[in-house]
Structure formats: structure tokens, C-alpha cells
């Protein structure tokens, strides 16, 4: 299992540098982020070349694509995540999709596809995937249109393109349905990226009701060869709960 740490979420506080030298030194050997344009893209790079890190995804403008009236901004939006993915050399780019409209599922359902399929050009250009994320509406993402993963993979099958897959978060899936290994082995190939944090509260993933040993082998059994996203609220030593992890990666 290859996993990235998320340094907004794992990490909070610190310098970016002091966080990729941290991360390398507990033997890491890739990170990630949320939103680029509120950081200094600079340091980025510099602590890319010294660490020898790969940055394994970052996120897309925050614009929706169940509103079909704002899908030229989030085009234009996703053409500056580009650009600044081509500048870092990350291939994998999340994407929320929005929030419910109150249209109807239908409705907006296409309006994902459409805008999606929109995109594909544009990500084929440049060699980046889009992975699309459900999150969970009961605790974190009140509103948010996309919660069903199958919805999800119903999305990705429609738009057809190896540029666009999902974005399985293992925390917001248990939250909504369950049943995560199953449904990880019947859709593996459409999953591009995963997050992982533990349940109740987000935290540590050792300290809570998820096995995540038997999540990882299963995800590892099923052929995946991505990253395993760290997406937690450390409670203790962030830093001793990541040797703990990443000291047991091969």
C-alpha cells in the first residue's frame, strides 16, 4: 500500500517545508493537499526537489457541477488547476461536485456527466486524472449532492473516459452505507484515489470501528496500485501516528 499524507489535515500548523521534511523522514514518500491557490506554490516546488516527495493529488476549484449554468467557470477553474498541476507534477485532481440544486437527481445527475464529459479533453491534454468525490451528508457535508458511491460509479460509467474516476473515501462511505470492502472489489477499477481516517470522529485510523489491516490487504488484493489518501484529525502526536503507518509500508 502507497499512502500520501494529507498535510492540511494531518499536518496543520507547520511550515510546508517542515511538513514534507517531516513526512520523508518517517520514511513517506508522497503527500497532498486541498485547495493550491491559497498556498505558496514555490515552497511547494522547493520542498518537492529537496524531499524527493511526489505530490499524489490536490483539489480542483471549488465550483459546482450539478448547476449546468456554472459550468464554464468550473471548466476555467479546472484550466488553472492544470496549469498549476503541471507545475508541481501531480496527475490526480479532486473534484466535489456540488451541492443539491433541488432540481431533481436526474437533472443533476446529467449535468455531472455533461460537465464532466466537458472536461475530458482538457485532462487528456495534460495527462491528469479527475476523481470525483461522494461525501457523507450526515455529519460534514450537509447538502452535498453526490453521497451514493454507485451513483458515483454510475457517473464515471457514463462519461466513459479513463480520465475520470472516483474518489473512494473510505470514512464517508462507512458513515453512508458500508459495506467497504465489497463495494471497493467490485468497482476497483473506477476508484483513481482513497481516503482513509477513523470512525466516530475522524481521527486516528487505529482508534475507532473500521479494520483498516483488512481494508488495506483487500484494496491491495484487489490490484489497486495508487495512493492510499491520509485524510484524519490526529487527536494525539500526528507524528507517532504516521511513523506508525508509514513505518509499516513496504
Known amino acids: 500500500m ?17 511538513k514534507l521534511r517531516d513526512i520523508k523522514g518517517l520514511g513517506g514518500t508522497a503527500f497532498e493537499f486541498w485547495s493550491w491557490w491559497d498556498k505558496d506554490l514555490a515552497e511547494i ?3 518537492l526537489g529537496e524531499t524527493g516527495l511526489n ?3 490536490m483539489c480542483t476549484k471549488f465550483i459546482s457541477l450539478t448547476d449546468p449554468a456554472q459550468r464554464g467557470a468550473y471548466r476555467a477553474g479546472l484550466a488553472e488547476s492544470l496549469k498549476a498541476a503541471d507545475d508541481l507534477g501531480c496527475k490526480l485532481l479532486i473534484s466535489q461536485v456540488g451541492n ?5 437527481e ?14 475530458v479533453p482538457l485532462l487528456e491534454d495534460h495527462g491528469v486524472v479527475l476523481a470525483i468525490e461522494p461525501l457523507n451528508t450526515k455529519i460534514d457535508h450537509r447538502g452535498y449532492y453526490l453521497w451514493r458511491s454507485a451513483e458515483a460509479f454510475e457517473i464515471v460509467d457514463a462519461v466513459a473516459s ?11 462511505q462507512q458513515i453512508m452505507e458500508g459495506n467497504i470492502i465489497n463495494t471497493v472489489r467490485a468497482n476497483i477499477e473506477k476508484i483513481g484515489h482513497f481516503h482513509a481516517a477513523g470512525i466516530p470522529g475522524r481521527g486516528e485510523l487505529f482508534s475507532g470501528e473500521l479494520h483498516y489491516p483488512a481494508i488495506f490487504s483487500a484494496i491491495d488484493q484487489a490490484g489497486y496500485t495508487g495512493y492510499m489518501g491520509l485524510e484524519y484529525f490526529p487527536v494525539q502526536d500526528p507524528l507517532g501516528e504516521l511513523k506508525r503507518i508509514l513505518g509499516a509500508a513496504p
Open 106 to 119: 436526474a437533472r443533476q445527475r446529467q449535468s455531472i456527466i455533461d460537465g464532466l464529459g466537458s472536461c
Open 162 to 172: 479513463p480520465w475520470i474516476q472516483v474518489l473512494y473515501d473510505i470514512y464517508h
Open 45 to 47: 516546488k522547493r520542498g
Open 100 to 104: 443539491d440544486t433541488g432540481q431533481g
Open 2 to 18: 502507497k499512502f500520501s499524507v494529507c498535510i492540511d489535515a494531518v499536518l496543520p500548523g507547520a511550515d510546508i517545508g517542515k
Open 55 to 57: 505530490l499524489a493529488a
